[in-house]
């Protein structure tokens, strides 16, 4: 059963069916032909798999990060990022990562992140001087920061994958990898920029008009305090905070900065509506998937091999690491938490390993994936977004991936960059 499984599903993978229908067919197909269960069982897991009340928020933050896109707070967040950095050597870029840094802090996706303002990035960028290949590798890496800050969808999946880990702690955990990887995309850019003689576009903007621009950003840099205190504070959980989000949005769209019209709902719905279905559609087939491992006993059977290896917990992490890696280069980061994910936390556990550090290096691990050829969705959706060709940010992404890389090795190293705020916070 578990060779029909995979066998199917790289087959089905290596002739271009999308991760969500190849999930699915192989679980069916190693249900039909390898098992005698009835085939009606991958349906029900299917189902069982979006029947639960913390998956609610996945829709409504999509739905958020959709609001703010349509509601101008995508471009007053860039506004208020460029008048401190755009004057620097490479300074459109810097504004680039801030800027995504804060829409992480709302969208929760990476590729609503890269989608939204950093196609307006892009644009931005090419104005002022920069190549346009790199300035989509730049927006591509910079997205990666989405799931790792707070709220994050790869998080609330992850979460509701292992009992040892809340939302809450997940969320606050990812602060300080979010802000390391955006520290080290910040060193890469001033490497490359001072290399091609990248310089600012324009003067820094006189202190009132700062002030004035800084005033005007507010709510939307409010967001991201309500979201993470209210959950902090027990005022709402993450599900809640997810239609918190999207009420917010709204009224700031239409109310405060009073671009968000009636007319534009339908539209920014409709988007919603598809990238929704379609993170869901791949988390049904996945929860199939990882059900046929686990009447397999396939997660028990490795938890056993890999116990009877008496690995350090630093290897263990190490080979964890290579293996995540090679597995991102071919599959996106939900259905990887979903299918490796309950194999690979019980040997964690076993190993003494913190569930909250193992959780980071997992999440941080898969998403890089979104970057690396050949299924890198953040590559093609940056690709489609500026009509830029795939190929050309491939070669522009080197500086980027091995910032993501070092980020990816000190948190294996020191696990108190994952584990100390979400300590320090009460979870």
């Known amino acids: 059963m578990t060779t029909i499984l995979f066998a199917s599903f790289f087959i089905l993978l290596a002739i271009g069916v999308p991760v969500a229908f190849a999930l699915g067919i192989a679980a069916g197909l190693a249900v039909h032909f390898g098992s005698g269960y009835p085939l009606i069982v991958v349906v029900k897991e299917m189902f069982s798999g979006l029947d639960s009340f913390p998956l609610m928020a996945v829709p409504f933050f999509i739905l958020a990060a959709e609001l703010m896109t349509g509601g101008a707070m995508t471009r007053v967040l860039l506004r208020f990022a460029a008048q401190f950095v755009g004057h620097l050597r490479g300074g459109l870029g810097y504004a680039n990562l801030l800027s995504s840094t804060l829409f992480a802090g709302i969208s929760g996706s990476a590729l609503a992140d890269a989608a939204g303002p950093g196609a307006m990035m892009v644009r931005m960028m090419e104005s002022g001087g920069y190549d346009r290949s790199y300035a989509g590798a730049l927006t591509a890496s910079a997205a990666v920061i989405g799931p790792i800050i707070p709220p994050s969808i790869i998080m609330i999946i992850y979460a509701m994958q292992v009992d040892q880990v809340s939302v809450g702690a997940l969320f606050m955990a990812g602060i300080v990898p979010g802000l390391l990887m955006m520290a080290m995309l910040v060193a890469a850019n001033w490497h490359v920029c001072r290399r091609r003689g ?42 809640e905070a997810s239609v918190v989000a999207v009420f917010y949005a709204l009224l700031c769209g239409m109310f405060f900065y009073r671009s968000l019209r009636i007319r534009d709902l339908p539209g920014i719905l409709l988007r919603a509506a598809l990238v929704s279905a379609s993170v869901l559609l791949i988390l049904a087939t996945a929860r199939a998937f990882a ?38 280069m071919f599959m996106d980061p939900l259905p990887g938490v979903m299918v ?18 193992f959780a980071m290096v997992v999440i941080v691990n898969l998403t890089i994936g979104l970057i690396t050829p050949p299924v890198g969705a953040l590559l093609f959706v940056v690709s489609s977004t500026v009509r830029v060709r795939v190929t050309d940010l491939v070669g522009e992404i080197a500086p980027f991936f091995l910032a993501h890389l070092v980020v990816l090795i000190v948190l294996t190293f020191l696990p108190a960059l994952s584990t100390w705020l979400p300590r320090a916070s009460g979870f």
Do not use: K, Y
């Open 340 to 357: 490796l994910v309950p194999i690979l936390a019980p040997i964690a556990h076993a190993l003494g390993i913190d569930p909250i550090h």
């Open 198 to 239: 990248f310089v600012g576009s324009a003067p820094r903007p006189p202190w009132p008009e700062m002030l004035r621009t800084t005033f005007h950003a507010i709510p939307a840099l409010l967001l991201v305090v309500i979201i993470v205190g209210g959950i902090r504070a027990g005022v709402f959980t993450p599900t």
């Open 291 to 328: 059900w046929v491992l686990i009447i397999q006993s396939v997660p028990q059977s490795m938890a056993a091999v890999v116990g009877g290896w008496d690995l350090d917990p630093i290897v263990f992490l190490l080979v964890v690491n290579v293996l995540l890696l090679v597995f991102g």
